[in-house]
């Protein structure tokens, strides 16, 4: 089955840097990516999405980029602000299941003003 | 408005002492699932429906049972629960496949198991 790897697991940035979360996947199958914002206490919800047939989206201060050769993904925020703090988690559908989602271990991301 | 909801939010109980939490969304979702967070694991598939009557294991079923008698409803059930089963354990719907759309997470039910 899929096995999705992230890292890293904390990350600490100043207001107004950028921040990179980076995620591997194993399976050549799979076709979707989604990326859920979890911020403390609160259930997961969805920041943004990519599908294999694109290798770029953005959607405003955040961008996902997909290479499916080297089968990661990353998610990137820029001008970070403090209501960015929280832990963000990465997912992979398994052997392009639309049924079933693989999640990262979850990156805590820490923005200090 | 459109949301998901689990009952109980926090339980505590003892080995052994089967219990049941429920799900529920109001969006005519097809797609439903359970998930349990740990931390350093991430969030870990238990179950999932894609429809009534249609339920299938995730990558950690053991222990658990569900039933999707009604689109609306898919309750967890845990026959015996043991304290390796103490989680935070999230309901999610989707209108498809949980690989297809964005999933609509409950606010969670944390479970201590002594």
């Known amino acids: 089955g899929e096995n999705v790897e992230q890292h890293p697991s904390t990350l600490s940035v100043q207001e107004g840097d950028s921040a990179v979360i980076k995620c591997t996947y194993s399976?050549?199958?799979?076709?979707?990516f989604p990326w859920y914002k979890q911020e403390l206490g609160k259930r997961p919800q969805l920041i943004i999405d990519?599908?294999?047939?694109?290798g770029e989206k953005k959607d405003q201060r955040i961008a996902v980029t997909l290479n499916k050769t080297a089968k990661h993904f990353s998610l990137h925020i820029t001008e970070t602000q403090p209501e960015d703090s929280a832990v963000y988690f990465c997912?992979?559908?398994?052997?392009?299941?639309?049924?079933?989602?693989?999640f990262g271990a979850g990156t805590i991301l820490r923005v200090k003003s | 408005e459109a949301q998901v909801t689990q009952n109980p939010r926090y339980l505590i109980t003892v080995t052994g002492k089967k219990l049941t939490v429920t799900c529920s969304q109001n969006?005519?979702?097809?797609?439903m699932s359970w998930y349990r967070q740990d931390p350093g694991l991430g969030l870990r598939q238990i179950y999932y429906?894609?429809?009534?009557?249609?339920?299938d294991k995730g990558d950690v079923p053991e222990g658990y049972k569900v039933s999707r008698k009604e689109k609306r409803n898919f309750p967890l059930i845990l026959e015996s629960p043991s304290p390796n089963q103490t989680s935070l354990y999230f309901c999610?719907?989707?209108?498809?496949?949980?690989?297809?759309?964005?999933?609509?997470f409950g606010p969670g039910t944390r479970l201590t198991v002594t």
């Open positions: 999610a719907s989707s209108s498809t496949g949980a690989g297809t759309y964005e999933q609509y």
């Open positions: 399976d050549s199958a799979s076709n979707y």
């Open positions: 990519i599908r294999s047939n694109v």
């Open positions: 997912a992979a559908t398994d052997r392009g299941d639309g049924n079933k989602l693989v």
């Open positions: 969006m005519n979702h097809e797609y």
């Open positions: 429906s894609m429809n009534v009557e249609v339920t």
